[in-house]
C-alpha cells in the first residue's frame, strides 16, 4: 500500500516538498528495527519532517481525514517508533530540536521534541542546574522521556522519575486539536502543570507514557535542580578508556555487598528514612561487566573470572554529592551505622575503584549503550514500581523461572541480575531486568516473548506490580481493571485510531 497522491500532495503543501519523502531507499532507513528488535516491521509509506507546531497539527488532520496512522519518533530506540501496519507515516519530529526557554529563576527548561540529552545538559551545567536524565544515552530525546516513555534513571532516590518534572506543555491531541496545559492554558507561562481539576499530565504521561498513541507532545516545560558538579566533568584520557572523578570533598561513591536480598532491602529503606544519598541501587552486574570493560573480549574475560558474581549479586551502590564538607562527614557517619546495622561489607576493590573512577555514571547516564558491544539482543523486562518490600519480592521470584532460559541456552543473564532504584527516599522502587540473547538465533523471538510471558505470569501468580506497560491487558487487573479506562481514553480522544495505532 502507498499514500494516494493527493493525501501525499496534501501532506506535502505543510512541510515543503523537500521534508517528506517516499522514496524506496528514504523509507528502507526506517523499516530496519534496532538490533534488539524482533518481530515483523512494516515500511511506512512516508517520511515528514515538520518544524512547528503548527504544522504537526495540519498533518495530524490530514491524518484523521483519510485514515492515515502517523508515528512521532527522535532516535528510533524504541520498538513503537516504527510502523507496524500498512498505510502509516512518521513525523521525525528532529528539525524542532530547540531550547525554547531556560529560567534559572523559576528553574524550568522548555524544549521541542528534538532536543537531546548530550544538547540541554551541558547547557544547565553551565549554569549550575540540572534534570533528571533517563539512563538512554546522549542521543534520546529529552521530551519523549518526559512525556511519551518511561524515562526511569539512576538518581532517583534523592530527586524522583520524569513524571513528577513534568510542567506546562504543548499538546496535539490525537484527533488534532491544541491543548495547553496548567499555568499555559491562561497564558500565565510554562511554570505550573495543573489547573483546576483533575490533571491532564495523567493522560499525556501518566507512569511509563504513552509511545505516542496519545498524539504528539511540540513543546514541554521541565522542572529543574540544582547541580553540585562542575561546569565541565574533568576527564582524563579517551574513551572508552578515560577516568571521570569529581572533586572528593563533596562526592563520594561506596558499595557495599550483602549476604542475602533482604539485607540489601533493609539498608535501602533505612537509608531512604535518613533521607541520605542521592544516588540508592541495587544495580544488575551484566551491564556493569559491559562497562567495566573494553571489548568483547574483556568482557568473556570478567564474566567467566566470577569476580562479579561472587561480589556483585547482592550488592548496593550509594552516591553521596553534598553541599558542603560537614554535610559530607553527616551523611558518611549515616551510611556507616546503617551499613554495619545491616551487615554489609565493602566489594572487592576492583569494583569499588571503577565506580569512583567513572563518577560521570551519576551525572551523565550514558553508558548503557555498551550492551551492544556483544552483537546481540537486548530488551529489559518488568520496569515498573511499587513499595521497596515489594519489589524486591518480586526480584526474588525471578529465580522460580530464569533458570529454564539461561540454563538451556535461550537468553543470557545471570541469577539475581536485576536493578532496583527507589525513588524519593524509598517511597517508591523501580525494578529492571536486562536480558541478552544472540539475535542470529532463528529461535530467539520465541525464546524471548515466552520469557516474557514467564515473568508476566510468575508476577500476576504473586500478585506483583512490576511488568512493563506493554503487558497492560494481562496485568490491568492487578491495577484496578486500567486497561478498561486506557481504552476508553484512547478511544474518546483518537476515535478514527491513527495516533501510533497499535
Known sequence: MSLPEHVYKELESVVGKENISDKPYILAGNRAAMPSGFGKVESPEAILLPASTEEVQAIVKICNRYGVGYIPNVSSLLPTSYANRAGTIILHLKRMNRIVEINEEDRYAVIEPGVRHVQLRPELMKRGLSYTVASVGPGGSVLANFTSTSGDHHNQHG?????????????????????????????????????????????????????????????????????????????????????????????????????????????????????????????????????????????????????????????????????????????????????????????????????????DFFIIVSFLQRVLRLGGGWAPVKLSADSVRHIFDTGKAVSEFIGDFTETGKIFNAPDDYQIIPMEYGHMAHIELLIMWDRYDPDAPKNVVDFMRRSSETDRAHGFHAEMPVMLERQGPLYSNCQIWAGQIKKAFDPNNVSNPR
Not at 275 to 293: D, N, Q, R, S, W
Request: proline letters at 5%; hydrophobic letters at 35%; glycine letters at 12%.
Open 159 to 359: 530527586t524522583s522519575r520524569t513524571n513528577r518534572y513534568l510542567l506546562g506543555v504543548e499538546w496535539v491531541t490525537p484527533d488534532g486539536e491544541i491543548v495547553r496545559t496548567g499555568s499555559l492554558s491562561t497564558d500565565a507561562g510554562w511554570f505550573c502543570p495543573d489547573g483546576p481539576g483533575p490533571s491532564l499530565r495523567g493522560l499525556i504521561k501518566g507512569y511509563g507514557g504513552s509511545g505516542g498513541t496519545m498524539g504528539i507532545i511540540t513543546r514541554a516545560a521541565i522542572g529543574l535542580d540544582l547541580y553540585r558538579g562542575p561546569e565541565k566533568m574533568p576527564a582524563e584520557g579517551r574513551s572508552p578508556k578515560y577516568v571521570m572523578r569529581l572533586p572528593g570533598k563533596c562526592n563520594k561513591v561506596f558499595v557495599f555487598k550483602f549476604t542475602d536480598l533482604d539485607k540489601v532491602c533493609r539498608a535501602m529503606l533505612e537509608i531512604g528514612k535518613a533521607e541520605i544519598g542521592f544516588t540508592v541501587l541495587k544495580y544488575f552486574y551484566l551491564p556493569l561487566a559491559l562497562m567495566m570493560t573494553e571489548s568483547a573480549n574483556d568482557f568473556w574475560e570478567l564474566w567467566n573470572g566470577g569476580l562479579l558474581h561472587k561480589e556483585f549479586t547482592k550488592s548496593l551502590v550509594v552516591y553521596l554529592s553534598t553541599g558542603s564538607e560537614e554535610e559530607m562527614a553527616y551523611e558518611e557517619k549515616i551510611l556507616s551505622d546503617i551499613i554495619t546495622e545491616t551487615g554489609g561489607k565493602p566489594v572487592d576493590e576492583t569494583i569499588s575503584r571503577w565506580f569512583n573512577d567513572n563518577m
